[in-house]
């Protein structure tokens, strides 16, 4: 059974930055399609970012370059680093493993992805 834990979570103040983590177990990473998704009004789950079996990355319209996602396989583990963080990225980020599609909305912990994490609560103070 696959299982997704996100970590690396936190307080931080506008335009600080942030990493976390999606350690994998029960799959290689490489089999997966992962991906970011944050929690917005509505108990709804935005797409933050996305990488595909082939590597190809996505990212949501509002990361304007702030945002990175990579992967490590020999960890099994998937990275979101989050930079010039502002306020209105407050959230709770979960990681999920799509599918055969791509959700770029979808009800969080819903039966969109195939996998969700259980979520990491990032906090941007003024």
């Not at 931080?12 to 999606?22: T, Y």
């Not at 990488?51 to 979101?80: E, H």
Request: aromatic fraction near 12%; charge should be negative; proline fraction near 4%.
């Amino acid at each position: 059974e696959v299982h997704l834990m996100e970590s690396g979570g936190g307080s931080v103040q506008a335009g600080g930055s942030l990493r976390l983590s999606c350690t994998v177990s029960g799959s290689n990473l490489a089999d997966l399609d992962m991906a970011w998704y944050r929690q917005v009004p509505g108990n709804e789950c935005e797409l933050v970012a996305n990488i595909g079996t082939d590597g190809t990355p996505y990212y949501g319209a509002f990361v304007k370059g702030r945002f990175a996602m990579s992967q490590d396989g020999a960890k099994n583990t998937a990275f979101l680093q989050m930079n010039e963080l502002r306020p209105d990225d407050t959230s709770l980020y979960f990681c999920a493993a799509l599918g055969d599609y791509i959700d770029y909305f979808t009800p969080c912990l819903g039966d969109g992805p195939s996998y969700w994490g259980r979520g990491t609560q990032v906090t941007v103070s003024t």
